[in-house]
């Protein structure tokens, strides 16, 4: 007899990584090429010598440490499993079955994943013709089951930004029993146009109970392999989400390692800064080759390459870069290391443009 599970779990996509193959150069899954630094290596080293016990499931140095960087009260942070775990939290908290979670769409894999899983219903609201969040369409998509509403800011993949502006205007019209997270993966890769303002979402959400902002060591600092993220939120909206959290989800290791990562941080946010050079070269570069490049704030390009995007990433892998593919949609592409990209280039503005149809 088969096991029985929920129903509805059938029509659940399961969540898909990036591909990778040995030899190949991975530029699939936004990653940071270099590894963590040695003072971050050693701190985990070490603290494998006390993996017979528990972790500190209050994470009560690592809160102690982000309050210090963030200037944030304690009881505003709550830390999780990489923050993709801190969105599914975030759905349980505020969703009941059938109640709506609103994002655009095309946005993180994972919304729609974690909505379908507590039994809500996802509200996608298609991206403008320039790739980024339709805000008034996604207001006019609230209802009365309107519960939760995910704005992905740089958006992945396609990498637009929502100006402080768009985001204030936008939260003063959100009735205010409604969360928002602002996810703010990529938010160390934003480099605003001359005149703009950064849209910080630590700034943005003061006085804004509704608003919650979620970050992760797993982009800028490096540290994907080990799982740990954050939430800034109002102390209400953090006990909450103490209440649904896995025990001890979030290891001695992880802890560990983003203290030591914030010790670093000034060393690991410059390393920001060659990957926003190699991003801008990248960009130009694919342009002149005649490709449709949206700008970019994070540390991937947007290639809206619609039904020819899966030969595209598929040719990529046979030329060894792996790349993400949105089949019928387009190709997401990593910038990784200047030897990396240009391996990504090489293809792309030779074989790559026959197959992505310029001519
Ligand atoms: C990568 C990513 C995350 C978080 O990743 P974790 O590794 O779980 O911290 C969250 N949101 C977006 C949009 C991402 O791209």
């Known amino acids: 007899m088969t096991p029985r599970t929920r129903p509805d779990l059938e029509s659940v996509p399961a969540y898909v990584p990036g591909r990778s193959f040995p030899g190949a150069v991975k530029l699939a899954s936004n990653e940071t090429t270099l590894g963590p630094l040695p003072s971050v290596r050693e701190a985990i080293a070490e603290a494998a010598a006390g993996l017979n016990r528990y972790p500190d499931n209050g994470a009560t140095e690592l ?10 009260p304690t009881d505003r942070i709550a830390v999780g499993c990489g923050s993709v775990s801190l969105c599914q939290e975030l759905v349980q908290v505020t969703c009941n079955a059938g109640d709506e979670v609103i994002f655009a ?7 729609p ?10 509200v996608k609201v298609p991206n403008t013709p ?7 369409a996604m207001l006019a998509a609230i209802t009365d089951r309107t519960r939760l509403i995910f704005v992905c800011n740089p958006n992945n993949p396609t990498g637009s930004l929502l ?17 928002v997270a602002l996810d703010e993966a990529y938010f160390e890769y934003v480099r605003p146009a001359p005149g703009e303002d950064l849209p910080d979402g630590l700034e943005i959400a003061e006085g804004r109970s509704n608003v919650v902002v979620l970050r992760t060591f797993s982009k800028a600092y490096g540290l994907a392999g080990i799982r740990v993220g954050y939430a800034v939120a109002d102390p209400s909206l953090v006990t909450a989400l103490s209440k649904v959290h896995t025990p001890f989800s979030v290891n001695s290791l992880a802890q ?15 390393r920001t800064d060659g990957i926003v050079a190699e991003r801008e070269r990248v960009h130009a570069a694919l342009t002149a080759a005649g490709y449709e490049v949206p ?19 598929d040719a990529a892998a046979e030329a060894g870069v792996v790349l993400r593919n949105f089949t019928g949609e387009g190709t997401r592409v990593t910038i990784g290391d200047p030897h990396e ?7 792309a503005t030779k074989q790559g443009r026959e197959v992505a149809g310029i001519v």
Do not use: C, M, Q
């Open 130 to 136: 320039d790739h980024g969040h339709d805000l008034k």
């Open 63 to 72: 809160l102690a440490a982000l309050s210090a960087r963030l200037g944030v």
């Open 163 to 179: 100006s402080r502006a768009e985001l204030e205007e936008f939260l003063d019209a959100v009735p205010e029993h409604i969360v």
């Open 295 to 313: 700008e970019s704030n994070a540390n991937f390009l947007w290639l809206p390459l619609g039904e020819r995007s899966a030969a595209f990433a």
């Open 105 to 111: 769409w095309r946005s993180f894999e994972a919304y």
């Open 256 to 270: 560990t390692a983003a203290i030591a990562s914030l010790a670093a941080a000034p060393e690991l946010l410059a």
């Open 341 to 347: 990209n240009d391996l990504f280039l090489d293809f």
């Open 113 to 122: 994943i974690i909505t379908a899983v507590a039994g809500a219903t996802a």
